[in-house]
C-alpha cells in the first residue's frame, strides 16, 4: 500500500497519543518516520510509521530508498531506526500540516551506511526549517547522531526541507516532529553577563547541545516522557572532590511547578555534590567544562533537588557559567520549601561565547552557616539561533547570500510561481550589484594591486550599506572584495581569535602585507557603536605600543577592521590556557613596562585623556619580538574636561578586572585603567586567570588570593612557580608593590600610569643587576637593558639615568614621561 487515507493516518496519531497517555503528556502534533522503511517500527512504546504512508507531505518521490543489515551499531536509541534511510538526489520537502501553533520539536536521526552506489557517509547537504538554517554543508563521516532542534510555529504547516550540495546529495534515517509542553521552553530568560536584561526567545531556534544527567548515570530515552536522551556527566567533570548520590524514590512532583515533561525522576533524583561530608573544611568549587561553537549565545538550564539535606537547613550555594554568576547565593531549600524531594530548575542565557569551552561550576557561599555545600542534578545547553536565524558555525553568509539562499528556498516552495518575476528579480540584483561596484571603486586607486600602497590618497566615498562616517575624515577604507582576497573568503583554517564582536583573521594582501582583519557579525548592528569608537580612535593614535590600525570596510552592511598583524598572539595565551612557550620574569617585565607606555600614552598624549576601559590580559598582542601593544579600543571613552573629575557612563568592561569604584558609582576616571592594569600584573605574576571557578573557592578570585597572601608577606605562595627560582627577590617584590597600589579601593590611592611607568622600570633594573651579578659568577648570560633616555622635569633640576632609578621611588614621574611621548609617537 503506498497512500494511506487521511482517516488511517488520523488514526495512528490517535494511537500514538493514547501510548503517550500513560507517560503524562499528549502532543497534538505528532510525526514519527522511519524514513526508508517499508513497514512501522515499534520503538519501545511509540511507533515510527513507514515513510511512504507519508506520501502526501513528502514533495517528491524521486528519491531512493536505502537499507543496511548493519548487525552491530552503538546507540543510545534503538538501532532499528538507523537500519534504513530516504536519500534525496534534488532538493526535497517535508510539509507537515500543524494542528497546534507553539513551539515544536524536531529530531532528525542520521547514521552512513553504504547502499549499492550511494556511500552515505560522502553525503553533503543542508537542512532548513521554516525560515531557520538547522544544517549547513553537513557531512557525518561515521557513527550515529541525534540533531535536535525545536521553535515557535505560527502557521499551520512546517516545511522541512533538506538540500543536497551541488554533485552530492542527502539522506535522513528517521525525523519526528512534535508539539512541546507549553511549560517547556520560556519566552525569555535573564542575561547572566547582564543582570536585569531579558532575552526573548519567541521568535529564535534552539539546538539542543547536551542534556547531562549528574550523578554518573546515564538516563536513556526510554525514561523520559520527551524521549530525551541525559547523558552522564562523568566526563565533564573537572574535579575530584565529589561524592554521587541517588535516591529516585525521594523525588515528589507534587509540591512544585515543575512536571515530568521537565526533566524525569531519574535526572532529579541522582546528584553529583560536593564532598563535604568526607572532609567538611573542603571549600571547593565542582566545575564541568563543555565544548560549544564561538559566537553564540546559550540557554542553559539548571535543575536542582535536594535529595541530600536530611537537616532541613539552609542550603546555599553559588552557580557560575564561565567567570560569571549565574545564580549567587543560591538557597534551594527555601525554593523549594524546605521539602526534600522537590525539583526545581532556573534558565539562564549566556551571550556570544567567545570561545569552545563553556565551564559550569556550583560552589560553597559565604551566607551558608553550615559545612560548604553544593550540589547539581542535571544541566540543559542550547544552542540559540543568530541573527541570520541560523545554528551553524559555517553560515557565513553576508546579506546578498543570505537573501539567494531564502530565495532557494522560495524557488523550491512556489515552483509554480512566476518566472517572469524571478526575472526582473534577477535584472534588479544585477543593477544593484553594479552600482555598488561602482560606489565601491569610486575614492579607491584604480589600480586594485596597488590600493595598499595608496590608500591614504583615496577620497571616501560611501557604499550604501552601514554609512558608519558622515565625514571624510577617514581615509582607510578597503574594498570588500580585497579582503575577501586576502583572507581567502574568510576561511575557517585562518581564525586567529574569536570575541563578542567577531571572529578574527589572519590575512595576507597581494603585495605580501600579513594583517589581522575583525569581522562583526554579519547583518547585525550589534557594536556597531563600537566599530566606529575603535576607529575614531584608532585613526589618531600613532605610537609604537599600541596596535595599529590598517584600515575597514562597512561595504554590504559589512563591520571589519583591519590591523596590523601580531605574530605572538595575546599576553593571555603566553601567561595560561596554551601550550606556548613559558615567559621569564625578564620578559614579563619588559612586556608590562610596555604595555604601560601604550596606557600612559593614551592618559597624556592628547589635550583630553583616553581612557581605555577594557584593560585586560587578552587585549595586549605581542609581535614577533614580544614587544607589547594594547588592542581593542571599542569601549574607549574621552576623559574628564579640565573642570571635572570623572565622566558618569554605563559600566562596561570584563569582569574581573573592573575598577570596584568605576563599577559601583558609574564615574569613569583615568584610574580606572590603573586598576585593570593592576590585575594584569597580577596575572603575570601569577600565570593564572583573573576568575577561574574550576580552583578551590579561596582561589577562584586571583585579587583577593593574591592579595591575602601580600598580607602575609608570603607573595611566593601566589606567584607562577616558574619564576620562584628565576626570579630577583628585590624586583619580584617591587613588582608586588606597585600592583597593590594600582589596585587600591580609592581612585585617589592609586598612582598614575607615569608613576606605575617609573617603578615598573625600577623592578626592571634590580632584576637585570641580579643577572648581572649572576652572569660575573658564571651562572646566567648577561641580560640586555632596556634604555630610558636621561630627562628633566619641572619639580627637580636633578639629572635622571638608569643609574638613580633606584632613589626615586616616592616621586612622582608623569611629567618626567611626558617629555617622552613625543619620541613614542615615532
Not at 67 to 80: C, F, I, K, R
Not at 315 to 320: A, D, E, G, L
Not at 495 to 506: D, E
Request: hydrophobic share 40%.
Amino acid at each position: 500500500m503506498r497512500n494511506l487515507s487521511l482517516e488511517l493516518i488520523l488514526s495512528c496519531s490517535y494511537l500514538f497519543c493514547l501510548i503517550c497517555v500513560a507517560s503524562g503528556f499528549v502532543p497534538v502534533d505528532n510525526y514519527l518516520i522511519d524514513c526508508g522503511s517499508p513497514r512501522n517500527s515499534s520503538i519501545g512504546n511509540r511507533t515510527f510509521l513507514a515513510d511512504n504512508f507519508y506520501s502526501d507531505i513528502l514533495s517528491t518521490t524521486q528519491n531512493i530508498l536505502a537499507s543496511t543489515n548493519v548487525s552491530s551499531l552503538s546507540s543510545s536509541y534503538d538501532s532499528t531506526l538507523y537500519l534504513t534511510a530516504r536519500i534525496f538526489d534534488q532538493a526535497s520537502r517535508y510539509t507537515f500540516p500543524i494542528k497546534e501553533k507553539g513551539r515544536h520539536l524536531i529530531r532528525l536521526y542520521f547514521f552512513p551506511f553504504v547502499f549499492g552506489e550511494y556511500n552515505l557517509s560522502t553525503a553533503k547537504f543542508s537542512v532548513h526549517a521554516q525560515n531557520f538554517t538547522l544544517l549547513k554543508d553537513y557531512q557525518l563521516d561515521k557513527g550515529s547522531v541525534v540533531k535536535e532542534y525545536s521553535f515557535n510555529i505560527t502557521t499551520n504547516q512546517l516545511v522541512l526541507t533538506f538540500m543536497p550540495n551541488s554533485g552530492s546529495f542527502a539522506f535522513v534515517n528517521a525525523l519526528e516532529v512534535i508539539s512541546l509542553p507549553i511549560e517547556l521552553i520560556p519566552d525569555s530568560a535573564g542575561v547572566v553577563e547582564t543582570p536585569g536584561v531579558k532575552h526573548n526567545l519567541q521568535n529564535q531556534a534552539l539546538e539542543t547541545v547536551l542534556r547531562v544527567n549528574m550523578g554518573n548515570e546515564t538516563v536513556h530515552p526510554q525514561k523520559d516522557t520527551l524521549w530525551r536522551l541525559w547523558v552522564s556527566d562523568d566526563t565533564f567533570l573537572k574535579h575530584s572532590a565529589v561524592s554521587t548520590v541517588s535516591n529516585i524514590d525521594a523525588v515528589t512532583y507534587k509540591n512544585g511547578h515543575v512536571t515530568e515533561n521537565i526533566a524525569p525522576a531519574s535526572v532529579y533524583g541522582t546528584a553529583t555534590k560536593l564532598d563535604s561530608d568526607r572532609d567538611p573544611r573542603l571549600n571547593a568549587n565542582l566545575t564541568w567544562l563543555f565544548s560549544v561553537d564561538a559566537g553564540f549565545d546559550y540557554l542553559v538550564r539548571f535543575h536542582f533537588c535536594d535529595i541530600v539535606n536530611s537537616s532541613l537547613g539552609p542550603f546555599f550555594f553559588n552557580v557560575y557559567i564561565n567567570s560569571w554568576f549565574a545564580y549567587a547565593n543560591f538557597d534551594l531549600s527555601t525554593l523549594t520549601s524546605n521539602i526534600i524531594g522537590t525539583p526545581y530548575f532556573f534558565d539562564v542565557i549566556t551571550s556570544s561565547i567567545s570561545s569552545s569551552a563553556m565551564s559550569v561550576s556550583v560552589g560553597p557561599s559565604s551566607e551558608s552557616s553550615y559545612y560548604p555545600m553544593a550540589i547539581l542534578n542535571g544541566l540543559e545547553i542550547m544552542k540559540i539561533s543568530n541573527s541570520q536565524g541560523s545554528l551553524e558555525t559555517s553560515d557565513s553568509e553576508n546579506g546578498s547570500s543570505k537573501t539567494n539562499s531564502r530565495s532557494k528556498i522560495i524557488l523550491i516552495t512556489g515552483l509554480s510561481g512566476g518566472i517572469s518575476i524571478l526575472l526582473v528579480f534577477v535584472l534588479v540584483l544585477f543593477l544593484v550589484c553594479r552600482r555598488r561596484r561602482k560606489l565601491a571603486v569610486v575614492g579607491h586607486s584604480k589600480e586594485e594591486d596597488n590600493f595598499v600602497m595608496n590608500m591614504n590618497q583615496t577620497g571616501d566615498t560611501h557604499s550604501n550599506g552601514l554609512a558608519v562616517f558622515s565625514t571624510s575624515k577617514f581615509r582607510y577604507r578597503y574594498p570588500f572584495t580585497a579582503i575577501e582576497e586576502a583572507t581567502n573568503n574568510f576561511s575557517e583554517d585562518l581564525i586567529i581569535g574569536t570575541g563578542g564582536f567577531g571572529k578574527v583573521y589572519k590575512g595576507i594582501f597581494r603585495d605580501g602585507t600579513k594583517v589581522a582583519v575583525k569581522r562583526g557579525q554579519s547583518k547585525s548592528r550589534q557594536g556597531l557603536t563600537e566599530f566606529r569608537t575603535e576607529i575614531e580612535m584608532l585613526s589618531q593614535f600613532r605610537h609604537r605600543h599600541l596596535v595599529s590600525l590598517i584600515g575597514y570596510c562597512d561595504e554590504r552592511n559589512e563591520m571589519i577592521i583591519i590591523y596590523e598583524f601580531m605574530e605572538n598572539g595575546t599576553l593571555k595565551s603566553h601567561l595560561y590556557c596554551s601550550d606556548l612557550p613559558v615567559l621569564s620574569w625578564k620578559q614579563r617585565l619588559e612586556i608590562c613596562i610596555g604595555s604601560a607606555k601604550g596606557i600612559h600614552y593614551l592618559h597624556t598624549g592628547y589635550t583630553k585623556a583616553i581612557i581605555h576601559r577594557d584593560v585586560k590580559s587578552a587585549n595586549i598582542l605581542l609581535d614577533e619580538n614580544l614587544m607589547a601593544k594594547v588592542a581593542d579600543f571599542g569601549l574607549s571613552k574621552s576623559g574628564p574636561e579640565i573642570d571635572q573629575t570623572h565622566v558618569s557612563t554605563a559600566v562596561k568592561g570584563s569582569f574581573g578586572y573592573l575598577d570596584p569604584e568605576y563599577l559601583t558609582r558609574q564615574q569613569l576616571t583615568e584610574k580606572s585603567d590603573v586598576y585593570s592594569f593592576g590585575v594584569v600584573m597580577l596575572e603575570i605574576l601569577c600565570g593564572r586567570a583573573v576568575i577561574d571557578p574550576s580552583l578551590p573557592r579561596e582561589k577562584v578570585n586571583l585579587v583577593e588570593w593574591a592579595m591575602k597572601w601580600r598580607e602575609r608577606g608570603r607573595i611566593q605562595e601566589s606567584i607562577d612557580t616558574y619564576l620562584v627560582d628565576q626570579a630577583s627577590e628585590e624586583s619580584l617584590w617591587k613588582f608586588m608593590e606597585i600592583a597593590e597600589k594600582c589596585l587600591a579601593k580609592s581612585g585617589l590611592n592609586r598612582p598614575s600610569m607615569g608613576d606605575v611607568l617609573w617603578n615598573l622600570g625600577s623592578a626592571l633594573q634590580l632584576q637585570v643587576k641580579e643577572e648581572k651579578q649572576s652572569d660575573e659568577d658564571g651562572l646566567v648570560p648577561k641580560a640586555d637593558w632596556v634604555g630610558y633616555q636621561e630627562t628633566t622635569t619641572s619639580a627637580s633640576t636633578t639629572q635622571f639615568s638608569r643609574g638613580s632609578l633606584g632613589n626615586l621611588a616616592g616621586v612622582s614621574m608623569s611629567k618626567v614621561f611626558a617629555n617622552m611621548v613625543k619620541e613614542e609617537m615615532r
